[in-house]
């Protein structure tokens, strides 16, 4: 009998969270940092997780998402993180991986709007920024270190390209404290 006079409390308490997280999706950023952090594990590397985003593991790939309110219209920034899988004998060519990349992305709607290198990974990455056609405040940025086979794709509104480009030179391997100091 005590479970049916719990039930509706816990249904009032359930939706309670889930209309304070859509409302205020600071909380579900804040609970995620409280449980894990501020870095995610992507194999041996640590990436930093900034605070109002989430991360989540997908088989191979780690993803960041910062969490908006009523983001129903428009998607969430995204940031995944991959391996770059290419034989051990292959060499990166920066002009193919580039003519590559913009075929790819014009099939999705998108242009080049620039090329450039940022810090990632304590390397320089080659970045390709990507503007879609139509959605002047939507943007696609692709970047690669190839001495390391990590690649870090952005995907979101223009006001969070900056956070964007701050975690890439955060992310380090585990027990690197050089890194992390900086």
């Known amino acids: ?6 039930r509706p409390w816990f249904l009032i308490a359930a939706a309670v969270v889930t209309l304070a997280a859509a409302l205020l999706p600071e909380l579900t950023g804040l609970g995620w940092h409280v449980l894990h952090g501020s870095e ?3 194999g041996d590397w640590r990436v930093p997780v900034p605070t109002g985003w989430f991360a989540v593991r997908q088989g191979e790939a ?12 428009d998607p969430p920034p995204t940031v995944v ?3 770059v899988h290419l034989g051990p004998q292959a060499q990166f060519d920066p002009g193919i991986w580039s003519r590559v990349q913009g075929e790819l992305q ?10 450039l290198r940022r810090p990632m990974a304590g390397h320089i990455a080659f970045c390709w920024e990507f503007l879609r056609v139509g959605q002047p405040t939507r943007w696609w940025i692709t970047c690669l270190v190839p001495e390391e086979r990590l690649s870090a794709d952005f995907s979101g509104q223009q006001n969070f390209i900056e956070d964007f480009y701050r975690i890439l030179p955060g992310i380090h ?6 890194q992390r100091d900086e």
């Open 1 to 6: 009998m005590a479970h049916r006079s719990l």
């Open 62 to 73: 780690l993803t960041l998402e910062r969490m908006q309110r009523l983001a129903l219209w």
């Open 40 to 42: 995610a594990r992507l």
């Open 106 to 115: 014009a099939r999705r709607g998108y242009r080049l709007a620039a090329t």
């Open 81 to 83: 993180f991959l391996p």
């Open 173 to 178: 391997r585990a027990g690197d404290n050089a």
